[in-house]
């Protein structure tokens, strides 16, 4: 009788402590990626880990959605991968989709590559929109020889203001 209790008692727990949202459900709406997991799933919890190791979430935005619990979840990824055109028996967790290209992974490392990918991307872009430029001097030269007049560069040059103009400039 008390092993049946016990059983009782641990089904009871386990329902109860595994019905409802998932507190590490991440629900923005206006992310750039749409994350679908279970919470026991094995290749979920590695996927976690990684992006973690990589602090990727606070570098993407991501809406994190347990689907195996919670059956509104559940509803939104087959509406998701219906809308995608694909079958239920060819989708799994993890399952990635992202937002703005509508490129989809499933599975551990793809999803991973999704993520980085994409992070590595915007990085990227952010740089050349926010990096310095190597200044090649041959084609400043150049480029002032056609546009001011030889007298003009020769006065500037021999008060040495060019100098002074370019320090002062740079400063700021």
């Given at each position: 009788?008390?092993?049946?209790?016990?059983i009782?008692?641990?089904?009871?727990?386990?329902?109860?402590?595994?019905?409802?949202?998932?507190?590490?459900?991440?629900?923005?709406?206006?992310?750039?990626?749409?994350?679908?997991?279970?919470?026991?799933?094995?290749?979920?919890?590695e996927?976690?880990?990684?992006?973690?190791e990589?602090?990727?979430?606070?570098?993407?935005?991501?809406?994190?959605?347990?689907?195996?619990?919670?059956?509104?979840?559940?509803?939104?990824?087959?509406?998701?991968?219906?809308?995608l055109?694909?079958?239920?028996?060819?989708?799994?967790?993890?399952?990635?989709?992202?937002?703005?290209?509508?490129?989809?992974?499933?599975?551990?490392?793809?999803?991973?590559?999704?993520?980085?990918?994409?992070?590595?991307?915007?990085?990227?872009?952010?740089?050349?929109?926010t990096?310095?430029?190597?200044?090649?001097?041959?084609?400043?030269?150049?480029?002032?020889?056609?546009?001011?007049?030889?007298?003009?560069?020769?006065?500037v040059?021999?008060s040495?203001?060019?100098?002074?103009?370019?320090?002062a400039?740079a400063?700021?």
């Open positions: 009788m008390k092993k049946i209790l016990a009782l008692w641990l089904t009871a727990f386990f329902l109860v402590s595994c019905s409802g949202t998932n507190s590490a459900d991440i629900i923005n709406p206006d992310s750039d990626f749409l994350y679908f997991y279970w919470a026991t799933c094995p290749h979920c919890q996927l976690n880990r990684m992006v973690e990589e602090d990727l979430f606070s570098k993407v935005s991501v809406e994190k959605r347990e689907v195996f619990f919670n059956n509104e979840n559940r509803e939104l990824f087959l509406a998701t991968t219906n809308a055109g694909l079958n239920e028996s060819e989708v799994g967790v993890p399952f990635v989709l992202n937002r703005k290209t509508w490129e989809y992974a499933i599975g551990t490392q793809p999803a991973y590559n999704l993520f980085s990918d994409t992070w590595s991307t915007q990085k990227d872009e952010e740089e050349e929109m990096g310095s430029w190597e200044v090649d001097d041959d084609m400043v030269n150049q480029i002032i020889d056609e546009i001011v007049p030889w007298e003009i560069q020769e006065d040059v021999s040495g203001s060019i100098v002074e103009e370019t320090n400039w400063a700021n």
